[in-house]
Structures are given as C-alpha cells and as structure tokens.
C-alpha cells in the first residue's frame, strides 16, 4: 500500500464498508479511504455523497484519541465536487 502517492474515492456514499487491519489493529470506516492509514494523501472525490452525521461516526469509531485523529487527517482532502449531506437533508427525507 505504501508505494501509492493517493488514494482517491471518486463516487459512492457511506453503504460500503471496509475492514483495514494495521499490525494486527482492525479499523472500520465507511468513508475514509484507506490510505490515510497510511499516512498516505488520501480524496474523497467528485461524485462522492458525504453524509456528514455517517462521516463523524467513521471519525470517531476508526480512531479511538484526538492524537491518533489528528496524525491520520492530515492526509485526507475533500473535492468542492463532492456532495455534502447535511443534517437537515436527512431529516427531510
């Protein structure tokens, strides 16, 4: 994984979910691409939907102190294309 410059998710939402394992540490995200694990630049891209309250959740269940957060989002970028689902959508719906 480390040879990779980016790791990009380029369209999608939060249903996928994925299993990443570091030094037998099992991490599970449904937004965060897998790179900024790491330490690689990691987008959530255009066409991507981020439901903001899902992204929170991923946040706080892939990383359990603000210090190892901190360390990981550095990495991670946000396309002005991709889509932002806010509270008050969800609660339209």
């Given at each position: ?13 939060n249903n996928a979910g994925h299993t990443i394992y570091i030094d037998s ?69």
């Amino acid at each position: 994984m480390r040879n990779y410059s980016f790791v990009c998710r380029w369209a999608g939402g939060n249903n996928a979910g994925h299993t990443i394992y570091i030094d037998s540490k099992k991490y599970k995200t449904h937004l965060i691409p897998s790179g900024v694990f790491y330490g690689i630049t990691s987008a959530i891209g255009p066409g991507c939907v981020v439901n903001i309250n899902s992204f929170f959740k991923d946040i706080l269940r892939a990383f359990e102190n603000i210090k190892i957060m901190k360390t990981y989002m550095e990495y991670l970028l946000f396309s002005r294309c991709a889509l932002l689902q806010t509270i008050i959508f969800c609660l339209i719906k």
